[in-house]
């Protein structure tokens, strides 16, 4: 056979993706017998693809980045990241299109994920939830590569999962404000969220209560009630929460909000007066976060370069897609720790 043909016009002649195709001929598992010997019997007629590391000819590979669908200052920034690192993407002969699918109808996400089996590769955050796991096996099945960003899916059979450490996210702010605290006097931290099936954000919460039993056995630890996700609804709740008998509010040195309605949480303690007695900690640098940290209505925001995991994910999945050995070597990015006087 003559090395003339290339992945890309072997998949367009076998009608599958260019990861299917990855997939025969390094006899790797996941591809039917019947599709195997179409690919093949194309090979047969095109001749063999180019070996490993030669520069890729063709189209460009098509990835798919998935985000929850919801509002969030955080899946709005990732958005935006996507979008400035076009011109990145380009350079590597990746084509991105990014989906937004609504996270509240799981069985929806799951069939929006079902329906990227056309593209080679496919970057996902998404709710760890059983019909999530199906669909993204259902994709590696057929030749998608998939990795996680932000929050994992665990168990399901995507190749990576690229972003910082959530539990140790977590556990850092448990040792900001633990560090706070008075035994005694002011002992009690709050740790709020919203009902949220992102691995990510349990991850964080196991990290802040891990953390704290094992440094600060004296501190106590409280769960504040489910917050909605919006600004506005998080400041509501957390009010009725804080006037409430179930709370003695003078104890509170802390609140550590783990995802969405930060911003809420800040202007809750604001409009009790106790801005600056009630430190309060949040994730990812928005420019609502930028303003609270100057304004002291934030104590510390935990970030991560998200840039960085946007990269690292299409370098991943484009080194994936190439057969490249050491594909899934990936440097996770540390937990950044910014405040008013660091901030740039």
Excluded: W
């Excluded at 056309?118 to 030749?143: F, H, Q, S, W, Y």
């Excluded at 600060?216 to 996700?229: E, G, N, Y």
């Excluded at 994910?313 to 080194?319: F, T």
């Amino acid at each position: 056979m003559s090395a003339t043909a290339t992945i890309a016009d072997i998949a367009r002649q076998a009608g599958v993706g260019t990861a299917t195709v990855d997939r025969v001929l390094n006899r790797r598992p996941g591809v039917n017998a019947e599709t195997v010997q179409r690919v093949m019997q194309v090979v047969a007629e095109l001749g063999a693809p180019p070996q490993r590391g030669r520069p890729r000819k063709g189209e460009n590979f098509r990835f798919a980045f998935v985000l929850p669908a919801e509002a969030s200052p955080f899946a709005e920034l990732v958005d935006r990241q996507i979008a400035q690192a076009a011109g990145e993407f380009r350079h590597q002969h990746i084509t991105e299109v990014t989906h937004r699918i609504d996270v509240a109808d799981v069985a929806q996400f799951a069939a929006g994920l079902a329906q990227l089996a056309d593209c080679d590769a496919v970057a996902v955050m998404a709710p760890d939830l059983p019909p999530v796991k199906l669909a993204i096996n259902e994709l590696v099945r057929t030749g998608v590569h998939v990795v996680t960003l932000f929050s994992d899916v665990a168990g399901s059979m995507r190749e990576t999962h690229v972003g910082a450490d959530n539990r140790a996210a977590g556990r850092t702010a448990g040792l900001l404000l633990g560090r706070m605290a008075v035994a005694g006097a002011r002992d009690t931290l709050l740790l709020s969220s919203q009902a949220t099936r992102m691995s990510g954000e349990i991850e964080r919460r196991i990290g802040f209560a891990q953390v704290v039993e094992e440094r600060f056995p004296k501190i106590k630890v409280h769960r504040t009630p489910d917050l909605p996700a919006s600004d506005a609804g998080a400041c509501r709740a957390l009010l009725r929460y804080l006037r409430s008998k179930s709370i003695d509010t003078p104890r509170v040195a802390g609140i550590y909000n783990v995802g969405a309605g930060s911003a809420g949480v800040a202007r809750a303690v604001e409009s009790l007066g106790l801005t600056g007695s009630i430190s309060v900690v949040a994730h990812d640098f928005t420019d609502a976060h930028r303003a609270l940290l100057g304004a002291n209505g934030l104590a510390y925001v935990l970030h991560q370069d998200i840039h960085y995991c946007i990269s690292t994910a299409a370098r991943v999945l484009r080194a994936l897609c190439e057969n490249m050995r050491g594909a899934l070597n990936v440097v996770q990015p540390r937990v950044e720790i910014l405040t008013a006087e660091n901030l740039h």
